[in-house]
C-alpha cells in the first residue's frame, strides 16, 4: 500500500512538473531580398492563443511557451504568410528563428474609371459647383425656377440671399456697390 501511495505522489508530481515546463522562442523577422528587419509582423503559434508582433528591429519574443512542436505563423499586410513547422521548444533553452518574408505581387488585370456628371440645371449640380469653386457664389438651379411663379429674371434673383433690385434694372448684392459684384445670367454679365 505504501508503495502504491509513493509511485502515486510521484506520477502526479511529474505532470505537475510538466506542466509547468515552460521556455521562450525570439528571432528576427527581415524582408527578403533587401535583409532589411521587418517590423509590424505578426506571429502566431498555430492552433494555441500565442502570439506577438515584430519591434521596430524586426525582433520577436514569444513567452512561456509550453514544451512541445509547434507551427508557427509569420504574416504581414501585402506579403506571403509564412509558416515554420516542428518548431521545438526545449526545456531551459530559447528557441531562436530567423525568418525572411517575401513581398506579394499583387497584379490588376484592369481598373476601369467612371464617373457621372450631374445635369448641368439641376441642384445638385449647383451645389457641386459651389462647393468647389475657390470664389464665394451662390445661385438657382434651372430646376429651382421651374418649380416657382416668378416670370421675368429679377424675380428670380429676388430669391438669391443677399441679392436685391435697384430701379428695376441693377443688381446689388449683399449691399456692395455695383462695382464690387460680377453678375452673370446663362454665363452672359448683367448689368450692375
Known sequence: MKFKYILFLLL???????????????GQVLEEGSGKPFPGVSINVKGKSYSTISDSEGNFILRNI??????IQFSAFSFDTKIITDVEVVKDETTS???????RKNVLD????????AKAESVK???????????VSDGISAESIKRTPDRTT???IKRISGASIQDNKFIVIRGLNDRYNTTFLNGSPLPS
Open 125 to 135: 449640380s449647383l451645389l457641386l459647383l459651389q462647393k468647389n469653386s475657390i470664389r
Open 97 to 103: 528563428l530567423t525568418v525572411s518574408l517575401v513581398e
Open 12 to 26: 502526479i508530481s511529474h505532470q505537475l512538473f510538466s506542466q509547468n515546463a515552460v521556455s521562450n522562442i525570439k
Open 110 to 117: 484592369e481598373v476601369v474609371i467612371t464617373k457621372t456628371k
Open 154 to 156: 429679377s424675380d428670380v
Open 66 to 71: 509550453p514544451l512541445g512542436k509547434y507551427d
